[in-house]
């Protein structure tokens, strides 16, 4: 991890409505023995209970999902428009069956704690989970626009997380 450097969250110069709109990263959990990674659009960044955090939305059907309920920490990672590609593997291939490292050509780094993340990233927020919960139906008051993202099952797990630590580099 010599490349990176760390700083304060409040020094994320990034545009959050970018980072998880229309330049997504890669959710990743797991540790040495066993990792998998997601692309991710839904999310942002605040302060909740006097943290920076980041909030996130992962499908229960998703491969990744099995890997966050698994681990208190994963990290998001945002790469250059160059690894957009694998960005989109990432997001439309399952775990499960394909393995995305060997497929994409990323390379999994681990952070002090184990937790992964990859070395093409331009920044890497590692997080803390504090907070879950599924969305629902009776939660919903956007109306039909938003439900009809659902078909009535399947709703996102919305995790609220402590960014603990920001490398950059």
């Known amino acids: 991890m010599a490349e990176f450097r760390s700083i304060n969250p409040q020094e994320i110069f990034d545009n959050p409505f970018k ?3 229309s330049d997504w990263g890669l959710v990743t959990a797991g540790n040495p023995e ?10 942002g960044v605040g302060i909740m209970w006097n943290k920076p955090v980041t909030f996130t939305f ?6 990744t999902f099995e890997f966050l309920e698994r681990n208190d920490l994963f990290t998001i990672c945002f790469f250059d428009e160059s690894y957009r590609e694998a960005l989109s593997f990432c ?5 499960r069956n394909v393995n995305k490292v060997e497929e994409t050509g990323l390379t999994p780094m681990f952070t002090e704690e184990g937790t992964p993340c990859f070395e093409q990233a331009r920044m890497v927020l590692v997080c803390k989970k504090l907070y879950a919960q599924f969305l629902n139906e009776e939660s ?3 109306g039909e626009p938003v439900l009809k993202q659902y078909n009535g099952d399947e709703y996102h797990k919305m995790y609220i997380s402590e960014i603990l630590e920001v490398l950059t580099k």
């Open 34 to 43: 066993g990792l998998n990674t997601m692309t991710v659009s839904w999310g």
């Open 58 to 63: 992962i499908r229960p059907t998703r491969y």
């Open 19 to 21: 980072l998880f709109g």
């Open 140 to 142: 919903v008051l956007g």
């Open 91 to 95: 997001g439309s291939k399952s775990g």
